[in-house]
């Protein structure tokens, strides 16, 4: 049986160097593999031209680069959002979310397959967990992204939307731009895709390690956000990491009757412990954090409800970024009202509690928050 070859993003850059001791070869040739990786993101071994041609044999032999199988991409927003689906070499799929934006570009980016936590409102979640990702299956995901903004620069910025595209699904109103106006790099990657980071700690970590080092993909602390629905251990680890990357939490309620009602986790750790914990990170840390609150009509909205978090949230070092509910087939749950949504933030603002609402990318192609399925992905 041959044995299969191992991927060259699975190496840090001491992997490397120990790597090529085995081939003989001196270190400086580590940094010159991670920069053609990460920077000239070449896709063939062989593409590798500062490398002896000699070395690029031996090494093509048992390595790759990358281990997912691209499936596709379908687009929306008048081609500023791109979805890709990626088969891993277990067969499970899962998406990442490409968003360019004139002054940046984002990718949402999945940390696991599935995903155990159960929230009543996502798609994701509804899959169970399926398998944890290795640290180069999510670098691969920012790689790609990478390789995307690329080609988009500046050949097909004019091209005409496709029958995939579907421009113009926010009802709140699109801020996606124009192709005409695309970034010139990634510079944000955010761990809100599918799966939950904090259950896949040490592998995701390892991904950020790799996503920050400035030898290769070079993405500062600040462009990095991680979104959790709550895992106390996990906020407890971060506020000692190295790296002041961004954290987000998903909240969507403000007491325990409700959100253990739609989000299984608070049943571990509930409301008060969760809130606690997030002030002594803001203390530890001095970084600002931000609560996800995904609006449901009729179940979450109410402006009691936002008088009752507002109550929860006064003092601390936040930022409520509310989320009207994007639909998933077969979940009998509403998309709040405009209206319902802006009297929710006019509670939280007239409190002193900092709040936006997200506008929304990628509705139309099952892109959006909470939308992410793997194994299902619209579009002809």
């Known amino acids: 049986m041959t044995t299969p070859r191992r991927d060259l993003l699975a190496y840090t850059l001491p992997e490397l160097v120990d790597l090529l001791a085995m081939y003989t070869q001196p270190a400086f040739r580590a940094k010159q593999i991670y920069r053609q990786l990460y920077v000239n993101l070449v896709d063939d071994i062989q593409q590798m031209t ?212 739609m989000m299984p986790v608070n049943d571990r750790w509930n409301v008060d412990e969760l809130l606690a914990t997030t002030r002594a990170y803001i203390t530890k840390t001095n970084r600002r954090v931000s609560f996800e609150y995904v609006l449901l009509q009729g179940q979450n909205d109410t402006p009691e409800l936002a008088a009752e978090l507002a109550d929860k949230l006064q003092g601390m070092l936040c930022h409520v970024n509310l989320i009207p509910w994007n639909p998933v087939p077969g979940m009998p749950l509403g998309r709040s009202e405009r209206q319902r949504v802006v009297a929710f933030q006019r509670v939280l603002q007239d409190a002193h509690v900092a709040c936006t609402v997200r506008v929304e990318r990628g509705m139309s192609i099952a892109a959006a928050c909470g939308q992410l399925a793997g194994s299902v992905i619209t579009g002809p």
């Open 50 to 261: 500062d490398l002896p041609l000699a070395l690029r044999s031996e090494l093509a032999q048992h390595h790759a680069i990358g281990s997912l199988t691209y499936v596709r991409t379908v687009s929306a927003d008048n081609q500023m959002t791109h979805k890709a689906l990626f088969q891993l070499p277990t067969g499970e799929q899962i998406e990442s979310v490409l968003m360019l934006y004139p002054d940046r570009a984002t990718v949402c980016v999945s940390t696991q397959a599935g995903c155990a936590m159960g929230c009543t409102f996502c798609a994701t979640g509804r899959l169970g967990l399926l398998r944890n990702l290795e640290s180069h299956h999510i670098v691969e995901q920012v790689v790609w992204a990478r390789r995307t903004l690329r080609s988009l620069q500046p050949s097909t910025a004019h091209t005409a939307p496709t029958q995939a595209d579907a421009s113009g699904d926010d009802w709140w109103g699109n801020d996606g731009g124009h192709p005409d106006a695309l970034p010139q790099h990634l510079g944000n990657v955010v761990f809100m895709g599918m799966g939950e980071p904090f259950a896949n700690y040490d592998r995701w970590w390892k991904a950020v390690e790799c996503l920050h080092d400035p030898n290769g993909i070079n993405i500062g602390a600040r462009g990095l956000t991680v979104s959790t629905v709550g895992l106390v251990p996990g906020i407890k680890k971060l506020a000692d990491a190295p790296y002041p990357i961004n954290l987000a939490i998903s909240l969507h309620a403000p007491n325990d009757a409700l959100r253990s009602s």
